[in-house]
C-alpha cells in the first residue's frame, strides 16, 4: 500500500555525480517503491539563477535523465517530467505571486546568502525573488504529502506550506500543507577534500568508466598529516574514509582500513584498492546501463513526454479546482 504522494525535483545540471548519487538519486529510488512519487527536470528554477547563460540547458537535461534513469529511477512507476512542459505549474505561480507578501520572500534565508555567493550573476531579479513561489506551485498543484529534503531546506517547505494556508483560508480548502520528509545524506567528498561539486573539478561522475573511476581515486587527497607510508593516519579527517563510509561494509571499515590506517600497517594506495573493489562493483552496473540508454536516441524525449503527459492529468486537475475556488 502506498504511504501518500511525494515530489521532488532537480535543476538541469548537466552529467549527475556521486554527490546527486547520494544526496538524491538513491533516495527517489527507494520512494518510488514506497510512495505515489513524481519526480521532475526543474528547468524553470535552472533560469532563476541561470538565465543569462541557457544555450546548454537542452544538452543538460539529456544528460541528466540519462543519468537519472540509469541510477534507477523507474519512469513506468514514477512519472518523470519536464516542469516546462507544464504549463499548469506556471498559472499556478502567477496565482500564488499574488497572495504571497514579499517579506516573506525577502526573509528566505538562501535568498541573501546566494545573492552574495553568486557575485558574478545579477540576481537582483524578479523572478529569483519569487522562486519559493514557483517551488510552492510545484508542490502544491500534485497535492504532495511529503517532499524528500534535507534540513537545510527546511524553511522552503515552511514557506510553501504558508502559502497553502493563506490561499484555502482566502478561498476555501484546495492544498494539501506538505511535510518535509526528512533525509540525512551522506557526506559525499570530492577527490581534493572538499564537498564534490562539478565547478569544483572534483567530480566522480555517474557516466565515468571504471577505469575513469580508478584514475580519479588514485590520487585522491587523504589525511594531509600522513606524508610517508610510515605515518600513522587519522581516517576521521580522511575524504577517502568518508567514501569507505559509504562503500565497504562496516565490519571491513573496522576491522580493516580503521586499525590498519592508524597503525599504518595499510598504506594509502592499498586503503584505495580497498575502496575501489567496493565502488566500483556499485557504479559499473549504472555506468553500463547509461552507455546502453545512450544509445537510445529519443529515450529521453519519450521518458519525459509520457511523464509530462501523466503530470498533466494531475496538475490540471488542480489548477481547475484552485480557480473555481478563486471563481476566476
Ligand atoms: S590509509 Fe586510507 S583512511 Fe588512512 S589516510 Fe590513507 S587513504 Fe585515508
Not at 534565508?109 to 522562486?131: A, C, I, V
Request: aromatic share 8%; hydrophobic share 40%.
Amino acid at each position: 500500500m502506498v504511504k501518500g504522494r511525494v515530489l521532488s525535483g532537480m535543476r538541469p545540471t548537466g552529467r549527475l555525480h556521486l554527490g546527486h548519487l547520494f544526496g538524491a538519486l538513491d533516495n527517489w529510488r527507494r520512494l518510488q517503491e514506497e510512495y505515489e512519487s513524481f519526480f521532475f527536470v526543474a528547468d524553470w528554477h535552472a533560469l532563476t539563477t541561470e538565465y543569462a547563460e541557457t544555450k546548454n540547458i537542452r544538452e543538460n537535461i539529456r544528460e541528466m535523465v540519462l543519468d537519472m534513469l540509469a541510477a534507477g529511477l523507474d519512469a513506468s512507476k514514477a512519472p518523470l517530467f519536464l516542469q516546462s512542459r507544464l504549463h499548469e505549474h506556471a498559472e499556478l505561480h502567477l496565482m500564488l505571486s499574488m497572495i504571497t507578501p514579499v517579506p516573506w520572500l525577502e526573509r528566505n534565508p538562501t535568498y541573501k546568502e546566494q545573492q552574495q555567493e553568486l557575485t558574478t550573476r545579477d540576481l537582483s531579479t524578479y523572478g529569483f525573488l519569487g522562486y519559493p513561489v514557483l517551488m510552492a506551485s510545484d508542490i502544491l498543484i500534485y497535492k504532495a504529502n511529503y517532499v524528500p529534503v534535507g534540513i537545510d531546506q527546511v524553511p522552503h517547505l515552511e514557506l510553501a506550506r504558508e502559502i497553502a494556508r493563506r490561499f484555502n483560508h482566502l478561498y476555501g480548502q484546495v492544498f494539501v500543507e506538505p511535510e518535509a520528509l526528512l533525509t540525512e545524506f551522506a557526506k559525499v567528498p570530492g577527490t581534493d577534500g572538499r564537498k564534490m561539486s562539478k565547478s569544483y573539478g572534483n567530480a566522480i561522475y555517474l557516466a565515468d568508466s571504471p577505469e575513469q573511476v580508478t584514475a580519479k581515486i588514485k590520487p585522491m587527497v587523504t589525511d594531509p598529516a600522513r606524508v610517508r607510508r610510515s605515518d600513522p593516519g587519522n581516517p576521521d579527517v580522511c575524504p577517502v574514509f568518508d567514501l569507505h563510509k559509504i562503500f565497504t561494509p562496516q565490519e571491513k571499515r573496522d576491522s580493516v582500513i580503521d586499525p590498519g590506517c592508524r597503525t599504518a600497517a595499510i598504506g594509502c594506495l592499498d586503503c584505495k584498492g580497498v575502496l575501489l573493489q567496493h565502488m566500483l562493483p556499485v557504479l559499473r552496473p549504472i555506468y553500463e546501463r547509461r552507455q546502453e540508454l545512450a544509445t537510445r536516441r529519443d529515450i529521453v524525449q519519450e521518458v519525459l513526454e509520457d511523464g509530462s503527459a501523466r503530470a498533466k492529468k494531475v496538475a490540471g486537475d488542480t489548477l481547475a479546482e484552485a480557480k473555481a475556488a478563486m471563481q476566476i
